[in-house]
């Protein structure tokens, strides 16, 4: 299994980041959803209980993000942090 979240570049010679890919997400209520949302812009999730939309913002975005964040931290100060496990998607 692959885990991964993309930042796509506008074009290939394009080096800011202009959308988060997720591709394939399995995490609770989410069966295969692709998505991309847009960076730098305010990005609202609606849906009725129970959709997946929890489980999107915290058990995917949060846990990827604090994972790669954690990741940039020295060997030292990463065995004092528990990390999250990886969220279960594609890319």
Sequence with gaps: MTTQIEHTPATADDSLDESIRIRGARVHN?????LDIPRDQLVVMTGPSGSGKSSLAFDTLYAEGQRQYIESL?????QFITQMQRPDVDS
């Excluded at 989410?30 to 692709?34: A, E, Q, T």
């Excluded at 020295?74 to 990463?78: D, E, G, K, N, T």
Aim: proline share 10%; aromatic share 0%; net charge positive.
């Design 30 to 34: 989410l069966k295969n959803v692709d």
């Design 74 to 78: 020295s060997p030292h100060a990463r």
